[in-house]
């Protein structure tokens, strides 16, 4: 059904960034977690239960029928029961950064053991086992099933994409290596249509960089596959952007630093991924977004050109747009992805508009459903259409 539909669709420019830890990848190094805290974590996303008294009773589990009304995930219990005490935000950066920290260690000590026994998902270890079932098929490899079938269903349309690659940690270059692997029929999931065939063929390495945010500064580092490097001085909360741009431009790979805004970035993104055959690698930064309480303003930079408000003098070619997150929470103050319009810079928090570009990534069913990418892009252009449904269904 979403394959029929994406063939039937306008072939706009794409543009899809992907998330890597818990996205694509089931271990998150930038958020300290293993395989196996994924894995119950993924569950613990997706059984709902309700609160008795200080404890939380399963009630349904993934994709179990039932009555929702008053039931939260085991994940959302935990968020609330470990949430952001009054008043961090006007203490200082140091000790903003420890006492989120020490938050975020609590969180992760309760999902990590939700299905072992004793613990309130116990019942629900088959479902850690369901997903290790699918990832252990590729021992070699760590990006899942779902994600080769997105690429290979777009390459098999005919439809060229920019395939931009996010994350905060440490692991760009793995996944990279990974993807050269399978562009040349190096990988267990074998690339398949036209588009694939002609990336193989005209072959450039892919481009990558990474962001730096502090307040209302933002950098774009051009080369290195790792986090920005910024020190301050003890005591300092704030640099000038001279001293910003000198760590950045003495970071390792650095070939050039811009201190930029929403709608240059947007621009410096297309024109830098364009080099590399539309494939890249940003790592955002971590830091900036724990610091305030993970935040969306803090979070991984998605600027857009929505049709209504980024049209004009310097209007662009309309585009599709797609940013696929584990940790999107849509409509909310606390998430990962900061969704700009380019044409005001201004944050875009409305849901309605925020759910035509944003995927809230569920990583159980990415792991489960090979088809979930793909139907979850077709459901984001439906939107962007201005399509009630997709048609046929």
């Known amino acids: 059904m979403s394959r029929a539909f994406l063939e039937r669709c306008p072939r706009r420019p794409l543009v899809i960034h992907m998330d890597i830890n818990r996205t694509i990848i089931q271990f998150d190094s930038a958020g300290g977690r293993t395989l196996e805290d994924a894995l119950n974590g993924n569950v613990a996303a997706n059984v709902l239960g309700r609160c008795d008294g200080d404890k939380w009773v399963a009630v349904l589990g993934p994709q179990e029928e039932g009555d929702r009304s ?25 000790e903003r ?22 613990q309130p998902g116990e019942k629900y270890m088959r479902h850690v086992e369901e997903q290790r079932r ?27 994409f920019t395939l931009i690659f996010r994350t905060f940690g440490n692991d760009m270059a793995n996944v990279l290596r990974e993807w050269r692997q399978f562009v040349f029929g190096e990988h267990v999931y074998q690339p398949r249509g036209a588009v694939l065939k002609d990336l193989k063929e005209k072959y450039v390495p892919e481009a990558t960089g990474c962001i730096f945010r502090a307040e209302d500064q933002l950098f774009f580092c051009l080369g290195p596959d790792k986090p920005s ?22 970071m390792p790979s650095c070939k050039e630093v811009h201190q930029t805004n ?11 991924t364009s080099a590399s055959n539309n494939i890249g ?113």
């Open 281 to 393: 690698g940003i790592v955002d930064y971590y830091p900036f977004w724990a610091s305030g309480a993970e935040r969306r303003s803090g979070g991984k930079v998605f600027p857009v050109a929505i049709t209504s408000s980024s049209a004009g003098a310097n209007s662009i070619t309309p585009r599709f747009y797609a940013f696929f997150d584990d940790n999107i929470f849509i409509g909310e103050e606390k998430s990962i992805v900061d969704l700009r319009d380019i044409a005001t810079g201004k944050g875009i928090t409305d849901a309605a508009t925020e759910r035509k570009y944003c995927v809230a990534v569920n990583p159980y069913m990415a792991i489960v459903n090979n088809d979930y990418f793909v139907d979850s892009l077709a459901q984001v252009i439906r939107l962007q259409l201005g399509e009630e449904k997709i048609s046929g269904e």
């Open 262 to 272: 929403f709608q240059l970035l947007h621009d410096k993104l297309w024109e830098y």
């Open 134 to 160: 699918v990832l252990t098929a590729t021992p070699n490899h760590s990006m899942i099933p779902a994600f080769f079938q997105l690429v290979n269903t777009l390459s098999e349309l005919n439809w060229p």
């Open 97 to 118: 950064d420890r006492m989120w920290r020490e938050i975020a260690a609590r969180r992760r000590a309760m999902v990590r053991v939700f299905t072992h026994a004793g």
């Open 229 to 250: 490097v910024v020190k301050y001085p003890e005591g300092t909360e704030t640099l000038p952007p001279s001293e910003v741009l000198a760590q950045l431009s003495a």
């Open 70 to 94: 008053g039931l939260i995930t085991f994940e959302k219990y935990v968020d609330d029961l470990h949430a952001e005490p009054p008043g961090m935000q006007e203490r200082p950066k140091s």
